[in-house]
């Protein structure tokens, strides 16, 4: 059994900055692309960042220049350091893993969100 668990979420005045954490743990053979999401009330879930194993990183237009992907492979851990954080960043913010849990088989996995709200 796979668990993806968020942390770093919170309130922050506009022009901060938080740094969310997502650690994956279980029976884990390996873990291909790990990344961000968000949610916020009344909008579908977009992409934030994702980072491959290997390979270059995407980000939202949104984000550019704000936000950073990161991760440490030995630990299972993705980060994403936000900066210069804007009130419409406001969302629950969901980590996402495709992880192999065999050398054929691959599933993707949620974290359980982690608010961030950015006040004005």
């Known amino acids: 059994q796979v668990q993806l668990v968020e942390s770093g979420g919170g309130l922050v005045q506009a022009g901060g900055s938080l740094r969310l954490s997502c650690t994956a743990s279980g029976t884990i053979f390996s873990i291909n692309a790990m990344g961000w999401y968000r949610q916020a009330p009344g909008k579908q879930r977009e992409l934030v960042a994702r980072m491959p194993r290997g390979g270059s990183t995407n980000y939202a237009d949104s984000v550019k220049g704000r936000f950073t992907i990161s991760r440490d492979n030995a630990k299972n851990t993705v980060y994403l350091q936000m900066n210069s954080l804007k009130p419409e960043d406001t969302a629950v913010y969901y980590c996402?893993?495709?992880?192999?849990?065999?050398?054929?088989?691959?599933?993707?996995?949620w974290g359980q969100g982690t608010q961030v709200t950015v006040s004005s």
């Open positions: 996402n893993a495709d992880i192999l849990l065999s050398a054929s088989r691959s599933v993707g996995y």
